[in-house]
């Protein structure tokens, strides 16, 4: 059965690069001067901040564990078991021979590009998984 609907905690939810955008105030020259829920590199689930990206969320609500997605770059990088999990939920986040689709390559641009605003973020984020049957809700 697939998922139809996707919570993000924001308190948990983990972008790359920097918040706000060009306009922002904020805005590190190493990875180490980065807010805590920013890092300089992304993955499913950062192990050294306990945060995760859109699609480690998505990963965890297909019924992959937490310790299966730490430090995994995307669903593509999991195990095959694992991937099948996804897969069963979120047809649509790989391609037909098990490598990231289209979709969730987009979907990691847009969680991480520091260029696009948290309410940019959230609002393409929103779409793109409404668009494949999914409702996403952002939850402080």
Known sequence: M?????VIDENRWLRAGWRGGLDSPIRPHHSNDLPKHLTADSSLL??????????GFASCAAGVSQKDI???DSPAGL??????KIAKKFPWLFQTYGGDSTIAMHLMEINDDPIIS??????KIKEIFKKNGVAVIFKR
């Open 2 to 6: 697939k998922i139809t609907k996707l």
């Open 46 to 55: 950062d192990k050294k901040t306990k945060r995760m990206c859109c699609l």
């Open 70 to 72: 730490t430090n995994i």
């Open 79 to 84: 195990k095959l078991k694992e991937r099948a």
């Open 118 to 123: 948290l309410p940019k973020k959230r609002a």
